[in-house]
């Protein structure tokens, strides 16, 4: 299991997700 934090312009958070799910990543937190 890894950790990332990242900070994420907002525009660029479906594309964040959609490359994440692509490499199995199963569950996300995001705060605004």
């Known amino acids: 299991m ?3 934090i ?3 312009q907002p525009h660029k958070l479906e594309a964040v997700k959609r490359e994440l799910e ?3 990543v199963n569950l996300m ?3 605004n």
């Open 2 to 4: 890894k950790l990332i």
């Open 6 to 8: 990242a900070i994420i």
């Open 22 to 24: 692509a490499v199995d």
């Open 29 to 31: 937190t995001v705060a």
